[in-house]
């Protein structure tokens, strides 16, 4: 009788021991299902994210390249059936196109340009936005780092400098490739490169139009407070500026280094177009020159997808 009672508890011990490999077993399989259909839901949402964003993006193309550019924004023409829109702001600002889409268009000229900004102004900018004390080597610091030279200028930075701070990297010697780049120069690293990377492009601007710019360039270019800026932004929400004269009588303020692309929109653009709500998915980067030429009704500069 002892070894059928025994036997009966090892054989209670036994089955006890297999349903729970069966059901660890079960849960370990239930969990991989629920990952894979996890992993199929993300790829199904980020293929539909991908074909609404090269989607819009054609949609944003055929409305730019049929519409008017003024200084401010571009006017919609033959947009019906197609969006409701009357206008496409050219100042950054993100508007819907479409359902779970929004895109963004920003004027170079409304934008700061390294290649092309005077060092003054991007101190200021450095400045303004950063508050570091390293405005001062910035300006320099990058024409350190796009000339063909190893002489360092006035608070600048040649190749000597980061060897003695035991930096991976030297000057480049040669245009900016990237717009990430800027964040290795003397005076953009620590962090503020991040803090100033909206406001920067490397695409052309040939001039500045205050009409597109944010505050934080308006603020650095034109060397103006609170209340400047604060008058400026109310007389911008209802007309555009367009002459010298009238900025001046705006702000006291001048455009350094003025041209005779100043007011104007440039035909160069960034394009943002983002795919996914209430979380982007799917994000088109596009630098574009609206100029036609002999082969395209215009050209893609730079592009990434993520």
């Known amino acids: 009788m002892r070894r059928t009672r025994g036997n009966g508890g090892s054989t209670t011990i036994l089955m006890m021991l297999i349903a729970s490999v069966i059901i660890t077993v079960g849960l370990g399989f239930n969990w991989l299902v629920r990952e894979h259909i996890r992993a199929s839901e993300g790829l199904k949402n980020k293929a539909e994210a991908i074909v609404k964003a090269r989607s819009a993006y054609d949609t944003l193309m055929y409305l730019i390249l049929n519409g008017q550019i003024s200084r401010k924004e571009i006017i919609v023409v033959g947009g019906d059936g197609i969006t409701e829109l009357k206008a ?34 991007l101190e200021k900018m450095v400045r303004k936005s950063a508050d570091t004390g390293g405005a001062l080597s910035a300006g320099n610091s990058l024409l350190d780092w796009t000339d063909t030279d190893d002489l360092a200028r006035i608070n600048g930075a040649e190749a000597s400098f980061y060897r003695s701070q035991e930096l991976p990297y030297v000057p480049r010697n040669f245009a900016l490739q990237y717009k990430e780049e800027l964040g290795f120069v003397k005076g953009f690293d620590k962090g503020v490169y991040e803090t100033v990377r909206p406001y920067f492009t490397l695409l052309p601007a040939p001039g500045f139009n205050p009409n597109t710019a944010s505050d934080a360039v308006l603020t650095a270019y034109l060397d ?17 500026v367009i002459s010298a004269a009238e900025l001046f009588a705006l702000t006291g303020r001048r455009i350094p280094g003025s041209s005779e692309d100043d007011f104007s929109s440039s035909s160069f653009m960034e394009i943002t177009v983002q795919a996914g709500a209430p979380k982007t998915i799917y994000r088109i980067n596009a630098g574009l020159n609206m100029l036609q030429n002999r082969n395209s009704p215009y050209s893609v500069v730079s592009w990434s997808e993520d």
């Open 88 to 121: 496409l702001p050219l100042n950054g600002q993100t508007i819907p196109l479409a359902k779970d889409v929004q895109v963004r268009i920003q004027d170079s000229n409304g934008m700061l340009s390294p290649v092309s900004l005077s060092t003054t102004v």
């Open 224 to 240: 103006i407070g609170e209340e400047s800026l604060k008058t400026l932004k109310e007389y911008l929400s209802q007309k555009a």
